[in-house]
């Protein structure tokens, strides 16, 4: 299974095309509109969330809400298309405008930033849609909560269940209050504010990926598609970066059995070793920078005449955490399918299911 997204922020519309989803996986446009809808919510964003009601068009591979195998076209149009867009001469700093023009020659950033736009996100998480699905029928949910924006964060364990209903994706009341400020004091001062967002896979069965090959490695590719979404930073697994400060004897989770299953007391791996899940959730967490397009732009440099000048400025988000823990979720729950598919194999969903069930007897029969 895999994907391409095409499109550009202000162009028609945005695209993607899965190729090798099983047949008759039940899929409609609800299931994906309503994860569509997820990402654009969020305390932060700009006025462009107000102008979009991100709806997909589904133009093949389905058929009576049914895949048939083929190719899956989604198309989710731009209500703020715009053929006559003002030109980009004065690169952001932190944005791709500079290092594009340069690579690709270009005079104009405009024909840069309208591909780098996070805009490009919908169509990964129409693809998203489609995995978690999948995903389903395997009782595999993938969810996500924000835990930082700016310098507020969630210091307690918190139940994240009902984190769709927070305008922040946030689980802890308090903290929200204090971040929402946060947003409102950058937005005052002319800045923007970045943070951490945690992607929990649970009802992976353990076996999935290999540390045979380094491509293979699960922790290697989830990392790989998390920082693939524009603005991330930083991820890590588990305990992640903390464990450097401990012990070996602190961070490793102790085996047990109980009920024809291995479980840990502790989850500090994350539910990866060895590039291989383990069973246990999977917990990744990812850094978002802060937004580069600011009110009170930074030094930059114009393109045409090399001369000082403030950076460009326009309608941009002062906050986008809780979208981009979204299009996580979407990423994630795409790479982990195909990591599924590998292991399980199948052309049609009857086929994956019946080798995913023989395997499970055998796991719990070991
Ligand atoms: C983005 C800039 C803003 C965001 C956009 C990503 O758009 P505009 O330039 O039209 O104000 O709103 O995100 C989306 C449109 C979206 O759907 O998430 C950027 O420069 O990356």
Redesign the pocket.
């Known amino acids: 299974m895999h994907y391409l997204t095409a499109g550009e922020?202000?162009g028609p519309c945005v695209i993607a095309i899965i190729d090798g989803v099983p047949t008759h996986l039940r899929i409609s446009p609800k299931d994906i509109n309503y994860e569509l809808e997820r990402?654009?919510i969020g305390y932060g964003?700009?006025?462009?969330?107000q102008?979009?009601k991100?709806k997909v068009e589904i133009l093949s591979g389905v058929r009576n809400d049914k895949t048939t195998g083929s190719p899956i076209a989604l198309l989710i149009k731009?209500k703020?298309f715009s053929k006559s867009l003002p030109e980009v001469n004065i690169p952001r700093p932190g944005?791709a405008d500079l290092a594009g023009v340069l690579k690709f020659n270009q005079k104009d950033a405009r024909d840069i930033?309208e591909r780098?736009?996070?805009?490009e996100?919908?169509s990964r998480v129409a693809c998203g849609a489609v995995a978690k699905v999948m995903l389903r029928e395997f009782d595999i949910k993938v969810c996500s909560h924000v835990r930082q924006i700016g310098k507020i964060k969630v210091t307690k364990e918190m139940n994240y269940s009902k984190v769709n209903k927070s305008p922040l994706m946030c689980a802890d009341p308090g903290a929200e209050k204090l971040m929402k400020k946060e947003i409102d004091d950058a937005r005052k001062r002319g800045d923007t504010v970045g943070g951490i967002f945690e992607v929990i896979c649970k009802g992976v069965p353990p076996g999935i990926g290999s540390y045979t090959q380094w491509d293979k490695r699960l922790d290697g590719r989830l990392a790989y598609v998390l920082m693939s979404i524009?603005?991330v930073k930083g991820v890590e697994i588990g305990l992640g970066f903390s464990s450097a400060g401990s012990t070996g004897s602190r961070v490793h989770d102790e085996i047990f059995y109980k009920n024809d299953r291995f479980y840990r007391k502790t989850n500090n791996a994350g539910g990866i070793e060895g590039g291989i899940s383990n069973g246990e959730d999977i917990i990744l967490r990812a850094v978002m920078k802060p937004?580069?397009?600011l009110g009170m732009p930074l030094k930059s440099i114009g393109l045409s005449d090399k001369l000082p000048k403030a950076a460009h400025k326009?309608?941009?988000?002062i906050c986008?955490v809780p979208?981009c823990s979204v299009v996580g979720e979407a990423v994630v729950a795409f790479e982990l399918a195909r990591a599924m598919q590998e292991k399980f194999g199948g052309d049609s969903m009857e086929e994956m299911k019946r080798n995913h069930f023989a395997y499970i007897k055998a796991v719990k029969e070991y």
Not at 45 to 49: A, V
């Open positions: 922020s202000h990402r654009q964003r700009s006025e462009r969330m102008i979009e991100d731009n703020d944005h930033l780098a736009s996070a805009r996100t919908a524009p603005g937004i580069p397009t326009e309608r941009a988000d986008a979208s």
